[in-house]
Structures are given as C-alpha cells and as structure tokens.
C-alpha cells in the first residue's frame, strides 16, 4: 500500500537538498517553484512516516499483548490511529486542482427577476464580502454597475489570501465551488400582495491569473474607450475613461470604468480578461483529463441551478451535494463555512473514489 509515496519521499529529500545551496535562491523564481513543491509533499512525506511508525508500532503492541493482555487495549488504539492516518494519507495522495494556492476574481450577475435580482446579487456580494472578513482575506471591488434600488447589475470583486496560504488552502480552493445560479424564493420589498417571487443571480469564480501565467498578444486585442455611466462623480460621466477590451481570438469582452483614469481601468480590464482567458485554458486541459481525474463537483454545467436561499422558511439548499440548513440569516452574514465544506467533502470524496 502506498508504494507510490516512496518517490515521493526521494523528490521531498532532493527538494530539501536543492534548497539548502545559496545558489538556487539566486533565481527568486525557480526558488518559489521549489518551495511550493517542497510544502506540497511534506504532509504527505510526514503522514506517510507516521503512518509507517503506527505500523511498527502496532505489532510490537500485538507480541507484548500475546504475553500480557493488558496490551490488548492499547493494540485498539494503535489501530484507530492506523485507519485515521490511512484515510488522510489517501486524500492526500489524490490529485490536487494546480489553483487551490490561487486568489480569485468573483463575478455576480443579475439574472431573471429584474429588480429584485438585481437586491439579490447585492446580498450575495455582502455575503461573500462577510465570509472573507471571517477568514482574514482581502477583498477589492473591481467594477460594479448598480441597479437603481440599490442592488447591483453585475459587480466583480477581487478576493485574496493575506499572505502565502498553506498548500492547497488558498482562495480559490474554497470559492470555486461557488460558480453556478443561485435562485431566491421571497416576498420583493416591491410586492404589495405579500406573495412570494423567484429569481436568480449568476456567479462566476475565476482564479486570477499572474502574467506568466497567460501571455497576452498585444495584437489580439482590440481596446475602446467611452464616457463613464452611473452615478454623478468627479471624472465620471465627464470624460471617456471607461475601456472596454475585446480579445479577438477567443471573443471575449471585458469591461471596466470604476476608476478615474482610462488607463485605470485598463489594467483592471487586462487582470479580469487574464483570469477569463486562464480559465478557458483550464477547462480545455479538463476536457481532456480523464474522467478519474476530474471533480464531479467543480465540473458541473455553470448554467445550472446550484442552490436555493428560501426567506419564509429560513433555508439554504445546495442541490448539488443535498446540503440542507435553516440557518439562512447566518449563511448571508457571511457563515459560509458548513456550505461550502459540504461541496468539499463531496468533492473529496470523489475523487477519492475515481483515485481507486
């Protein structure tokens, strides 16, 4: 069992060897590349010898039990621990996302509802804005085009790790679940017969790329610029600083005109068509991958309903996973965590089952 570790074990001790000699540090680059590989492989380098060591352990326990039974208590505990660290040396062994380390860039549309949609994706925002104050990552509105009531047309926000994350913990590892169409069940502020609408907002979660990441051709893009709309404000709606880029190859459009300056919102345009163009380039490989190695959770179609916030009844529901609970008050001011770790047991889970 786990014979594939011991190689492991032999990258983990060359990595610990090229990372002692000065002259690797020389290129910041490659000494990064390292020291993430060398985070990647120690838990699993430290289980695996823990898990050797139970072993060990177990049948000395077992001798001494044969002679004086009141080992045999503690060759139950040793077991325990061995299937424990079995488990999470299984999980460990399966194949990660290569973006779970990354930040993200998350985009909330408006949906069918109007109005009231619009309110929605106003909430979903605060709720996402909440849940990354709860776990100490910071967050930068991008673009935002608001509804008249208050709510947003589409807004996209920059959500980011204080800090290096441990492997694997980053952003995108907890986020990426959240891409989908997100229904409210509720009576409108707007709705004077007390009845109950249905609507829906979009969201989209994209790891952002860092520019070695995705190599733009200046020669594929086409940039415009145009007046700012939206509220009144210095250098908004006075002067052609929103930009607007079209990538040429792939068709995509991305637009920006939060900022002051065009060439602002330029950059902000480029970060947000990087992380679009990575994913494309993600999902292409995806294609590809074997159906073992993708996660029945993160693949499913973005068009489709993924969970349903229900006021009257105080409910939250993940159709995905049939995650059920009646805390929705909570959810939306930012208690996330049980939602979102219930898309990442499943998502463990089979991958662990495709990894058999």
């Avoid at 994913?279 to 959770?297: C, F, L, P, T």
């Avoid at 068009?303 to 909570?330: C, M």
Wanted: aromatic letters at 4%.
């Amino acid at each position: 069992m786990f014979e594939a570790v011991e190689e492991l074990i032999g990258e983990h001790a060359d990595l610990e060897k090229r990372l002692a000699d000065p002259a690797v540090h020389a290129d910041q680059a490659n000494a990064r590349r390292l020291n993430k590989r060398y985070a990647e492989l120690t838990p699993i380098v430290g289980a695996y010898h823990a898990w050797r060591r139970t072993g060990d352990d177990i049948a000395t326990a077992r001798e001494l039990a044969a002679d004086d039974p009141d080992f045999a208590a503690e060759v139950k505990e040793l077991e325990t621990q061995r299937e424990e660290l079995t488990e999470r040396l299984r999980l460990l062994l399966v194949p990660r996302d290569p973006s779970d380390d990354k930040d993200v860039i998350l985009e909330i549309k408006a949906g069918e509802g109007g109005e009231e949609s619009a309110l929605f994706a106003g909430d979903l925002l605060r709720m996402y804005l909440r849940y990354a104050e709860r776990q100490g990552w910071k967050t930068e509105v991008i673009d935002a085009n608001e509804s008249d009531l208050g709510g947003y047309k589409d807004v996209r926000v920059a959500v980011k790790a204080k800090g290096n994350a441990e492997p694997g913990q980053g952003v995108w590892a907890r986020l990426k679940y959240e891409g989908g169409v997100h229904r409210v069940q509720r009576v409108p502020a707007t709705e004077s017969q007390g009845r109950i609408h249905t609507s829906a907002a979009g969201v989209l979660v994209l790891p952002e790329a860092e520019e070695v990441d995705v190599e733009i051709n200046p020669n594929d893009l086409r940039i415009d610029v145009y007046r700012s709309s939206g509220p009144g404000g210095q250098s908004v709606n006075t002067t052609d600083s929103a930009v607007r880029i079209t990538h040429v190859p792939t068709g995509i459009v991305v637009s920006c005109q939060n900022e002051k300056s065009q060439l602002q919102n330029k950059e902000q345009a480029l970060r947000i068509l990087r992380a679009r163009l990575l994913a494309v380039a993600q999902e292409e490989a995806e294609k590809e991958a074997s159906d073992a190695r993708r996660s029945q959770v993160r693949t499913v179609d973005r068009s489709e309903r993924i969970r349903t916030y229900n006021f009257p009844e105080n409910r939250i529901s993940d159709h995905r996973v049939g995650f059920k609970a009646y805390n929705l008050d909570q959810v939306l001011d930012g208690d996330l965590g049980a939602v979102i770790q219930a898309c990442v047991d499943a998502d463990s889970a089979a991958k662990l089952a495709a990894a058999q």
